[in-house]
């Protein structure tokens, strides 16, 4: 079975400042989907950013990149310019690529981190 | 930009008590999912739906919960006889094969 992992339970940053969020991985699998998503306090469930683990290029949406390093199964997002507005709790996602495999369609999510950001 | 809708936002029961949860999916979309969020814990895969029947399940997943499509566009989670630890946000999400899931803002229930 997949496992994530968020091993940040809290991180802060200043506005305008770059922060990073961790997120490591468990599969035996090779082909995949990994997501970060965004939950403010109102508790919706928002999509940040996605990466598809054939492409070796990192995603990037806006100030939003990850650091996807597929040997070390890591998936890292950084957030550049933090805005008051990017205070939310993030969770790292797993999904499986394969249809009929055994967690196809289901994400499995981190712990998730709870980011705060300072005026 | 279309989006799921889950109704209510907030659903208080008696313990024993049966609860229906509703969910209006994107219209295109395919695939149905729902997750539950202890507070303060992480998101829990329950189930998954495909072509009217369960693709997948969780061990949470247990005989207390049902899951339909009745009619087309709505997709409703029940359980049974709820218990204290029932008490979770509930979100249903949907998606086109493999592009990412939308989420509804969810539904709070709260067992008493």
């Known amino acids: 079975a997949q496992t994530v992992t968020q091993s940040q339970p809290e991180m802060s940053v200043q506005e305008a400042e770059t922060v990073t969020l961790s997120c490591t991985y468990d599969?035996?699998?090779?082909?995949?989907?990994l997501f970060w998503y965004k939950q403010p306090p109102s508790r919706q469930m928002i999509l940040v950013i996605r990466q598809e683990a054939y492409k070796q290029q990192n995603a990037t949406e806006n100030r939003f990149s990850v650091n996807f390093q597929k040997a070390a199964k890591s998936f890292s997002l950084k957030i550049s310019d933090s805005q008051l507005g990017d205070a939310a709790m993030y969770f790292c996602a797993y999904r499986s690529a394969f249809a009929g495999g055994t967690s196809y369609g289901k994400l499995t999510f981190g712990q998730g981190t709870i980011l705060t950001v300072h005026p | 930009e279309p989006e799921v809708t889950q109704t209510p936002s907030h659903q208080v029961t008696q313990m024993g008590q049966e609860v229906i949860l509703r969910c209006v999916p994107i219209s295109n979309h395919l695939y149905f999912y729902w997750y539950r969020q202890i507070l303060g814990q992480k998101v829990e895969f329950l189930v998954s739906f495909y072509n009217n029947e369960i693709s997948e399940k969780s061990e949470i997943f247990d005989d207390q919960f049902s899951v339909e499509r009745p009619d087309g566009s709505n997709f409703t989670l029940k359980i049974r006889s709820t218990k204290l630890e029932d008490s979770a946000m509930y979100f249903c999400?949907?998606?086109?094969?493999?592009?990412?899931?939308?989420f509804g803002d969810g539904t709070r229930l709260s067992i008493l």
């Open positions: 599969t035996s699998e090779s082909d995949y989907y």
């Open positions: 999400a949907s998606s086109v094969s493999n592009q990412p899931q939308h």
